[in-house]
């Protein structure tokens, strides 16, 4: 029997890329649902490529147009929200791949930990959020978490056959983003348009701001706290500019094990896919011999203060996280319609983690309201610059 998958925003960047892989291996994968937020014609594309039993537009007022196209397939067709949380409840379906992009990811992770889908975790945001939450989820009802994240699936590969050996620390690798080398001077007339031009994955706008300005690293930071059962000490960033190693772990007796690859999503997803087994990829494998050098340095936290409000977040916990979250979205939303400069996002983020009132054991209903009254505070000083 084909692995039944659910692919959560299908048109973004890992969406597309998983399809892809379902392409390679459609002996083994087949696609029950598909769903977008408002990329209605590229989601057209794929339904009539890949005949999933269903596909659902986030955005309601692109339904009638979605409907039309498909009229003369047997694919049922559905809009909202709601639609994808609940369509990830369905019993064919084997494995939920979550693509989606920040807090709206949330929401439909729930319903498909609680339904007992095996989790493709490519939303970092998901554990952001709400981390302590997903994993009393997933323990609950024994849904597997896999990560998709180069770094995070790299830290699981690291860790097969070592899960009863104890984790002095994990090493989460940084390109550096294309800011690395610049002054702190420089970085406040840089554009969005460099602020895109990522030096080594290509990635969709949202992911590649956060990489610029290290916020996508400091997610990390905090997904790997709940993914690996480790403390905030326990993680360490070393910026890595050729992307090759993906994540290290060191263990007690000082060994360090570390995953390498070329910086292709295709190979975490098809792990993840695919996992305990490994299957034939046909793209160009790493070639050490290309690489004279690998270089390591510190990442340099006054340029890049949203890292260490990362950590803070973290070691605060209850709803700070959600807090960071939401005003992250909002600010990078605002960046990239040119409405506030490349630092005044970890200006404004670090005064609105102060201004939300503080919840030390968030139900889901707190995570909502915290990320709603984040994102109205946020806005309304973004409008006061």
């Known amino acids: 029997m084909k692995k039944q998958l659910a692919i959560l925003g299908s048109t973004g960047s890992i969406g597309t890329q998983a399809l892809e892989v379902i392409s390679e291996h459609s002996d083994l ?11 209605v014609d590229l989601l057209i594309l794929q339904a009539r490529k890949f005949s999933p039993e269903v596909v659902v537009i986030a955005n309601e007022s692109l339904y009638p147009k979605l409907k039309d196209a ?24 084997d494995m939920v791949l979550t693509a989606m992009i920040g807090y709206a990811g949330l929401y439909p992770t729930i319903r498909a930990i609680k339904a007992g889908k095996t989790i493709a975790l490519a939303n970092k945001e998901t554990l952001v959020v709400a981390g302590e939450l997903i994993n009393q989820l997933a323990h609950e009802n024994r849904t ?16 097969t056959g070592e899960m009863h050996n104890p984790i002095d620390k994990i090493i989460l690798t940084a390109s550096g983003g294309p800011f690395r080398t610049m002054s702190r001077q420089e970085l406040e007339h840089v554009t ?16 590649t701001i956060d990489s610029a300005s290290m916020m996508n690293k400091g997610f990390e ?28 772990i060191q263990f007690e007796d000082g060994a360090i094990k570390a995953q390498l690859g070329t910086p292709d999503m295709k190979l975490p997803i098809r792990y993840a896919f695919s996992y305990p087994n490994r299957l034939k990829n046909q793209s160009p494998k790493l070639e050490l011999s290309q690489y004279a050098h690998l270089t390591f340095e510190h ?13 803070e977040a973290m070691k605060q916990g209850g709803n700070i996280p959600c807090i960071l979250n939401a005003a992250n979205e909002v600010v990078v939303d605002a960046f990239l319609k040119d409405k506030i400069g490349f630092l005044q996002m970890a ?10 009132s503080f919840i030390k054991s968030p139900s889901y209903d707190d995570y909502v309201s915290t990320d709603a009254e984040a994102r109205r505070l946020t806005r309304e000083k973004i409008i006061s610059f």
Not at 144 to 159: G, K, R, Y
Not at 195 to 204: V, Y
Not at 299 to 311: E, G, I, R
Not at 347 to 355: L, N
Request: a negative charge; charged letters at 20%; one cysteine or more.
């Open 299 to 311: 990442p340099d936290t006054t340029k890049f203060p949203l890292l260490n409000y990362a950590y």
């Open 347 to 356: 200006d404004i983020i670090a005064d609105i983690m102060q201004q939300v």
């Open 29 to 39: 994968f087949e696609v029950y649902a598909l769903t977008a937020n408002n990329n």
């Open 221 to 248: 930071v905090i997904e790997a706290k709940w993914l690996f059962n480790v403390k905030p000490e326990q993680i360490e960033v070393v910026v890595h500019p050729q992307s090759i190693i993906h994540s290290m």
């Open 144 to 159: 597997p978490i896999i990560p998709v994240d180069s770094e995070h699936s790299a830290i699981f590969q690291c860790l």
């Open 192 to 207: 969005k348009k460099q602020a895109l031009k990522h030096p080594n994955w290509n990635m969709g706008a949202k992911i």
């Open 70 to 93: 498909l009229e003369d397939l047997p694919i049922k067709v559905y809009a909202g929200h709601d639609a994808i949380a609940q369509i990830v409840e369905s019993e064919p379906i």
